[in-house]
């Protein structure tokens, strides 16, 4: 799943996607206006060889969040103050229409990292809280509400960046606890979500030293294959944090930590920044496949989970008009949650 730079669907990119890439991200670097940016999820759509993966950061608030003439919506961490489900669906469905009407079919939220570090740079303002089962309660109404209103929503960032204090766009945060803490507290609102059918989960670019002293949890066989996706039975895609951020950059290159990841049980990689890194990250994948690295039928599962995630993102039906973008209804809502908060 690949980002690039520019304002204009680069034919590098154009090429990946009619040889079948399966996912592209969308920045705010990308777009000047909401009507550019649906002239580039359609020139991405029309590139594509199948259906496509078009995900985009839209948490609310104001760090991961899409500006005017979008709805500013509350951040995480003031739903979360407030407590009520059914307004964090209402919010959700509200920003999956949005979404739909620029032709973006996935939102890189619901985050269920737990706020239990109060100066967490990862957690701050985008948390819903410290409070597992409170996190758990607001993600699975969240994820419900993007679903309802026709986009795919993902789980982030597994297994929880717990009292982390390090971001990992810049270097590797370490999570120095047990498994028995990371079930009690972190793990509760992943398994909340993928219980209610989330389908898509995130991985953390975080060391778990006492868990895997080996790898971040985003390259760990145990973490990913063991944990996830046979203990917690999760059946959806697995998509790997950006391999360019600064935890696992510093570390690995992008062939390596592409290949790892694969191994590892990751079904899709993201690669955002370094366009410089996506040829070899290819060519390292595309060797490993040919020397037989990779578990065939893993291989083959992991293709028919990402085949139906895109067949599932593209919703029947027409695509809400740009006019929804800030309407009334949404910034009546907005503000209503607001003065709840006063």
Same mark, same amino acid.
Request: with cysteine; hydrophobic share 45%; proline share 6%.
């Given at each position: 799943?690949?980002?690039?730079?520019?304002?204009?669907?680069?034919?590098? =990119?154009?090429?990946?996607?009619?040889?079948? =890439?399966?996912?592209?991200?969308? +920045?705010? *670097?990308? /777009?000047?206006?909401?009507?550019?940016?649906?002239?580039?999820?359609?020139?991405?759509?029309?590139?594509?060889?199948?259906?496509?993966?078009? @995900?985009?950061?839209?948490?609310?608030?104001?760090?991961?969040?899409?500006?005017?003439?979008?709805?500013?919506?509350?951040?995480?961490?003031?739903?979360?103050?407030?407590?009520?489900?059914?307004?964090?669906?209402?919010?959700?469905?509200?920003?999956? =229409?949005?979404?739909?009407?620029?032709?973006?079919?996935? !939102? /890189?939220?619901?985050?269920?990292?737990?706020?239990?570090?109060?100066?967490?740079?990862?957690?701050?303002?985008?948390?819903? @809280?410290?409070?597992?089962?409170?996190?758990?309660?607001?993600?699975?109404?969240?994820? *419900?509400?993007?679903?309802?209103?026709?986009?795919?929503?993902?789980?982030?960032? /597994?297994?929880?960046?717990?009292?982390?204090?390090?971001?990992?766009?810049?270097?590797?945060?370490?999570?120095?606890?047990?498994?028995?803490?990371?079930?009690?507290?972190?793990?509760?609102?992943?398994?909340?979500?993928?219980?209610?059918?989330?389908? $898509?989960?995130?991985?953390?670019?975080?060391?778990?030293?006492?868990?895997?002293?080996?790898?971040?949890?985003?390259?760990?066989?145990?973490?990913?294959?063991?944990?996830?996706?046979?203990?917690?039975?999760?059946?959806?895609?697995?998509?790997?944090?950006?391999?360019?951020?600064?935890?696992?950059?510093?570390? +690995? #290159?992008?062939?390596?930590?592409?290949?790892?990841? =694969?191994?590892?049980?990751?079904?899709?990689?993201?690669?955002?920044? #370094?366009?410089? %890194?996506? %040829?070899?990250?290819? %060519? %390292?994948?595309? !060797?490993?496949?040919?020397?037989?690295?990779?578990?065939? #039928?893993?291989?083959?599962?992991?293709?028919?989970?990402? @085949? *139906?995630?895109?067949?599932?993102?593209?919703?029947?039906?027409?695509?809400?008009? $740009? #006019?929804?973008?800030?309407?009334?209804?949404?910034?009546?809502?907005?503000?209503?949650?607001?003065?709840? $908060?006063?």
């Amino acid at each position: 799943m690949l980002g690039f730079e520019g304002q204009s669907l680069p034919s590098e =990119l154009a090429e990946y996607l009619s040889q079948g =890439l399966a996912g592209v991200v969308i +920045y705010q *670097r990308n /777009f000047a206006s909401a009507s550019h940016l649906l002239e580039l999820t359609s020139a991405i759509r029309r590139a594509a060889a199948r259906p496509v993966l078009i @995900g985009i950061d839209q948490e609310g608030g104001t760090r991961f969040a899409l500006k005017e003439p979008f709805t500013l919506w509350p951040s995480a961490t003031e739903l979360g103050r407030i407590g009520d489900a059914q307004l964090v669906e209402q919010v959700a469905h509200g920003i999956a =229409l949005e979404l739909r009407a620029v032709g973006c079919n996935v !939102n /890189f939220a619901p985050m269920l990292d737990l706020h239990v570090n109060s100066e967490s740079p990862v957690t701050q303002n985008r948390s819903f @809280g410290a409070d597992p089962y409170l996190v758990a309660r607001m993600g699975v109404a969240f994820d *419900r509400g993007m679903r309802s209103g026709g986009v795919l929503s993902c789980a982030k960032h /597994f297994p929880g960046h717990g009292d982390a204090a390090v971001d990992p766009h810049h270097d590797l945060p370490v999570f120095g606890e047990s498994m028995e803490r990371l079930k009690s507290a972190e793990l509760v609102p992943f398994v909340a979500a993928i219980t209610a059918g989330v389908p $898509l989960v995130m991985t953390a670019h975080i060391m778990l030293p006492r868990i895997d002293p080996d790898v971040p949890a985003s390259l760990s066989r145990f973490l990913l294959y063991e944990v996830l996706r046979r203990r917690m039975q999760f059946a959806g895609v697995i998509l790997a944090d950006d391999l360019g951020m600064g935890a696992i950059a510093k570390r +690995y #290159d992008p062939g390596e930590s592409a290949v790892r990841t =694969l191994s590892a049980g990751t079904d899709m990689a993201m690669l955002c920044h #370094d366009w410089s %890194a996506v %040829a070899p990250a290819i %060519a %390292a994948v595309r !060797n490993a496949k040919r020397e037989d690295r990779f578990d065939e #039928d893993e291989w083959r599962l992991s293709l028919d989970r990402i @085949g *139906r995630a895109c067949s599932n993102a593209e919703v029947s039906g027409p695509r809400p008009s $740009l #006019d929804i973008l800030g309407r009334d209804e949404h910034q009546r809502l907005a503000r209503e949650i607001r003065a709840r $908060l006063r």
